[in-house]
């Protein structure tokens, strides 16, 4: 828990720096779920190492993905544009199904697609592809993270599991507030 509020100033800075660069003269409003999860997904790019073997060149755009419906919408774009993660030019994609899902770091998978993580994961089989949703229990599914909400609050839920069967490191400053589940993909 001391992590947790360790970490949440840092969480905080980067909520309100989105909601700036998103709302302009109306950042002082609160945050919505979305500008929250938003700001969560950027900052996974800092948390998790990918292997050398994720990006074929050097100067490769670093995806954040999308599938099903957007919660986002085009503030998630100008809110990326122009950040670079290790070289990578930071670049959102959204895919309306599996089968459309292309090369990309993190993929959030929206609730609209709930009934179909099972499909997107095995779709995504032996990539180096961070998963993260905020479809209840999918961590428990085979998703690396569950944003999961609580009492108004987001909280992590992590499956160190697939975490590590797809070759990522997650930083131990994100493993500590989180709660860790197991479950296997089926």
């Not at 993905?65 to 959204?94: K, M, N, T, Y």
């Not at 199904?97 to 997107?120: M, T, Y």
């Not at 609050?153 to 994100?174: E, F, P, W």
């Amino acid at each position: 828990m001391a992590v947790l509020r360790r970490l949440a100033p840092a969480l905080l800075c980067g909520a309100l720096w989105l909601c700036v660069l998103m709302r302009g003269a109306d950042a002082m409003e609160a945050a919505t779920e979305y500008q929250v999860k938003a700001v969560f997904l950027f900052n996974f790019s800092h948390f998790v190492e990918w292997p050398p073997q994720a990006f074929t060149t050097p100067t490769q755009p670093f995806v954040i993905g999308i599938v099903g419906s957007d919660p986002f919408g085009a503030r998630i774009d100008e809110a990326v544009h122009g950040e670079v993660i290790d070289q990578h030019p930071l670049v959102i994609r959204r895919f309306r199904s599996a089968a459309d899902i292309g090369d990309c770091q993190i993929l959030f998978i929206d609730r609209s697609e709930g009934a179909q993580v099972k499909p997107i994961l095995a779709a995504l089989d032996h990539r180096k592809t961070l998963t993260v949703t905020d479809v209840e229990g999918s961590a428990g599914r085979g998703v690396m993270i569950e944003l999961a909400t609580e009492n108004n609050r987001i909280r992590l839920r992590i499956n160190a599991d697939a975490v590590k069967a797809a070759g990522l490191t997650i930083s131990s400053k994100l493993l500590r507030p989180a709660e860790i589940v197991s479950g296997a993909r089926d």
